[in-house]
């Protein structure tokens, strides 16, 4: 199961994982156009063009068109949004690649954004939105992204604002597209059942790469300059009023980016700290003082920012408790290190997730794809388990410590609770 990668003179990228354990294909297309790339005045731009590339093409003129066809093949399709790229794919039978792959190379170059489809579709995504925004638990996180990264364009909401979805025009799109949507952005991957010398042929046919039709010269599809994402005079809190019965938490701290050495580190802080049930959090704020019914970490990174992020659910009397409980526990792991036994089950944890997540096509293209589209290499899940094991007590120490200040600690908070200044003293005091 060794990825083959095709690195094409017009900067593109083919990668093929063939697995014949399975009888499914997923193929993908990425494109390093995210919300990150974004003017201020034309936030949640990739999100709608992801929807609108679906709404027609000139081979197929509706989006009806496109998902019968889809559908007649026994397959899925959809596509994903994040700060740093967009994603489409199809997944269904090894026997129906060539026309996946025609598909998506259809309405990748080819989408025509019509003028009535994408009235109605600023409705649409006005309604997602709304909702997420009316989801509390989403909502928290949203707001913890804005403190945390303030000043950066990953603060910004990747679906923009009612505002500026309302605002755009079938040029924005087409101008949007014909920037970012280039060759040297562009990853096209599949996993599966596939013949390796097959599918570079049939990869070569669909995708001879043909830019968009022209609407701006010299486009610059580079990723802005690093942001200063650190930095502050002490921890960030913000606190939105909302009359509900459970509070929504979210404490983190800065962390690494995609290319640092200790990304391994902080990929076993955070099982350490948030991952299944023998987590610290899911120990002490569930099991042992019942404040919370979810609660979990999460570690994000992006090319030069990253961020460790805890969240729970619990009763506004109990905030001030679990905000206690939870910076004495990151304390003890900076001081004190943790227990052989807890580092031996976060270690596996990561391990077992990862090589059972790999038994999917789909999760298996999205492993080594990512890796190739921002990193521009990959390694395999083996060597990246050797990388775990290493991962000492010491190590964890000496991350936590460097990371851990206040000034680079963010509080969000979603509920019925005013206090702001309480909150920054519990934090400031650690």
Known sequence: MKPIIQKNKNGSKFLIIPNKNVETVNVMILTKAGSRMEDESALGIAHFLEHMVFKGTVLRPTAQDINLEIESLGAAANAFTSHEYTGYYIHGNKKHIDKYLKILSD????????????????????????????DHKSHATKIFFNLAFKGSPFARPILGTEKTVNSFTQQDLLNFRQKNYRSENLLVAMAGNVDSFDCLSLLTA????????????????????????????????????????????????????IYSKLNPVAHVINALIGSGMGSIMFSVLREKNGYAYYTGSSNISFSDAGVLMIYAGVAKDKLCDSIKIIMEELKNITTKGVKYDDLKRAKEYIKGGLFMDLESSSSLNQYYAFDLLLKEKIESPTNYAKKIDLVSNSDIKSFMSACLAVKNISLAVVGDVANKSELSFIINNF
Do not use: C, W
């Not at 989408?111 to 009316?134: A, L, T």
């Not at 669909?206 to 580079?222: I, N, V, Y």
């Not at 913000?238 to 800065?254: N, P, Y």
């Open 206 to 257: 669909a995708f001879d790469f043909k830019e968009p039709r022209p609407t701006l010269s010299q486009p610059d599809s580079k990723i802005p300059p690093t942001f200063n994402v650190r930095g502050g005079l002490g921890v960030k809190v913000a606190i939105e009023k909302r009359k509900i019965d459970q509070t929504h938490l979210r404490l983190g701290f800065k962390t690494v980016d």
């Open 107 to 134: 309405v990748y170059f080819n989408s025509i954004f019509p003028k009535e489809e994408i009235v109605k579709e600023k409705g649409v995504v006005v309604e997602e939105i709304k909702m997420y925004r009316e």
